[in-house]
């Protein structure tokens, strides 16, 4: 079985610049997550899509995050402008259900803002 | 919103001995608690969950307990090996509707020869 798709894997930019990461979640899962991974710290929640709606997305700063799952399968996650302090790992996650199941995560993609 | 405790955040154990890792949640709706492990520049991976109404939970060397009372749970790693060093992180479902994962800050386990 496929896991999760991520890409760009790295990724290098300057300050006030935009960058765009897509994820392809497990074929069949409708919940897919986008957590932000700062080094040394725990996966922070981003965003949650069940299906093309958004469910939660109470710590995405929205003035320079957006995303969007128009076809209910792929996902973008968009930074723009980005800022030093967004230096980090977007990790996109997928799980069957929204129900407690087990959630997959893909092997993320590094930003580093410069 | 979740809040998710974890101690310590470094723990370093002989090998073969055993290594304890301890979490509390604040949220006592939640009622999903996995733990993943993280090698240095991979994903994280599940390596064992408990939920709300199961107080035990074990799979060959690794176990976790749940004290719902106490809103806390705890990861066991016996007879550990060098392949266990790693970064472990504890989660606890948000509740309030949606399931995404609040994860602690993570303890780094080092296993010593």
């Known amino acids: 079985e496929a896991g999760v798709a991520q890409s760009p894997r790295y990724k290098i930019i300057e300050k006030r610049q935009s960058v765009a990461f897509w994820c392809n979640p497990i074929?069949?899962?409708?919940?897919l997550y986008w957590y932000q991974q700062i080094l040394g710290q725990g996966p922070k929640l981003l965003i949650q899509?069940?299906?093309?709606?958004?469910?939660?997305d109470s710590q995405l700063p929205k003035d320079r995050f957006s995303a969007e799952r128009l076809k209910g399968v792929d996902s973008t996650l968009k930074i723009q402008p980005a800022k030093l302090e967004d230096s980090a790992v977007y990790l996109c996650?997928?799980?069957?259900?929204?129900?407690?199941?087990?959630?997959?995560f893909g092997e993320g993609s590094w930003l580093t803002v410069v | 919103g979740e809040n998710v405790e974890q101690h310590p955040s470094t723990l370093s154990v002989q090998e073969g001995d055993s290594a304890v890792i301890k979490c509390t949640y604040s949220?006592?709706?939640?009622?999903?608690f996995p733990w993943y492990k993280q090698e240095l520049g991979k994903r994280p991976q599940l390596i064992i969950d408990i939920r709300s109404n199961v107080g035990e939970k074990k799979d060959q060397r690794i176990a976790v307990t749940l004290n719902k009372t106490a809103k806390h749970f705890s990861l066991h790693i016996t007879e550990t090996q060098p392949e266990d060093s790693a970064v472990y992180f504890c989660a606890a479902t948000s509740g309030g509707g949606a399931d995404g994962l609040t994860f602690g800050k993570g303890t780094h386990l080092i296993i010593q020869p």
């Open positions: 899509f069940q299906n093309n709606g958004v469910v939660d």
């Open positions: 074929s069949g899962h409708a919940t």
């Open positions: 996650a997928s799980s069957p259900t929204s129900s407690g199941n087990t959630i997959y």
């Open positions: 949220d006592s709706a939640s009622n999903y």
